[in-house]
């Protein structure tokens, strides 16, 4: 009875601590709100060197909390760059050299316990863990912030929603009625956050023949010609389409 007793009280603490460092993470984006619109007033997304500049004052402000334990510190710096960019916990999958593989990013409700996320990388899903949301609640609310960021409304009268990222990237929500185990997101990323490949590369890596690249930029692309990229998710499609024009030389 006391070891169960005492269980509780230390998960109670941790929870308490978490609360307190989600305050101090939402009194720093507010306050940098105020000071420096143009990173975090939420009118720009926050990619390439925007999300360092803001990465940066960010830094400065938390730095300077004498509040924060040397430990808590980057933790909150983490919170308040996921709020300012709209990623939220799941920001590891967004910045970052080995986050440009990732193509989307999957969260399951996993009934009574804890969210799963999944992301997609090279064509295949991988598990990534149930340590970004602590309960459907967190993932209902983030949901919510989105769709309200995009001016849609998820509710119980609307409990499929699209939406969007302000970097583009497409969100499709499901909770309510529609998921009865929980809130579910599913998030396909901006091509701002998958930096295009140049036209050889793809040919190079034989995604297609050097034939096809040929008639890719001298007939379509030189031609300005209308043509169709069809395919199942995670086949390409994105990538086929988004080949800078200037790579297109010498193919």
Not at 73 to 83: A, D, F, R, S
Not at 106 to 132: E, S, T, W
Request: neutral net charge; hydrophobic residues 35%.
């Amino acid at each position: 009875m006391f070891l169960v007793h005492r269980l509780e009280t230390e998960k109670s603490w941790q929870t308490v601590m978490e609360e307190q460092k989600d305050d101090i993470a939402g009194e720093v984006a507010k306050t940098l709100a105020l000071r420096y619109a143009r990173y975090f007033g939420g009118k720009e997304p926050l990619v390439g060197g925007h999300y360092e500049a803001a990465y940066e004052i960010a830094k400065r402000h938390v730095l300077t909390r004498d509040d924060l334990l040397p430990a808590e510190q980057q933790p909150v710096l983490m919170k308040v760059m996921g709020q300012a960019s709209q990623y939220g916990p799941l920001l590891p999958f967004f910045v970052g050299e080995d986050a440009q593989e990732i193509t989307e990013v999957l969260v399951n409700p996993a009934g009574f316990g804890r969210p799963r996320v999944y992301i997609g990388r090279h064509g295949r899903q991988h598990f990534a863990g149930d340590a970004y949301f602590q309960s459907d609640r967190e993932v209902k609310e983030y949901a919510q912030m989105i769709c309200h960021d995009s001016g849609r409304d998820f509710t119980e009268t609307t409990p499929a929603v699209d939406a969007w990222l302000r970097d583009g990237s497409r969100v499709s929500v499901f909770g309510y009625k529609a998921s009865p185990a929980g809130t579910a997101v599913t998030i396909r990323k901006s091509p701002l956050r998958r930096p295009p490949l140049p036209l050889a590369r793809l040919v190079e890596n034989g995604m297609f023949p050097p034939l096809a690249g040929s008639l890719i930029s001298e007939l379509l692309v030189t031609g300005h010609s209308n043509f169709g990229c069809f395919g199942r998710t995670d086949s390409g499609k994105t990538t086929c389409i988004l080949v800078p024009p200037k790579q297109l030389d010498g193919i």
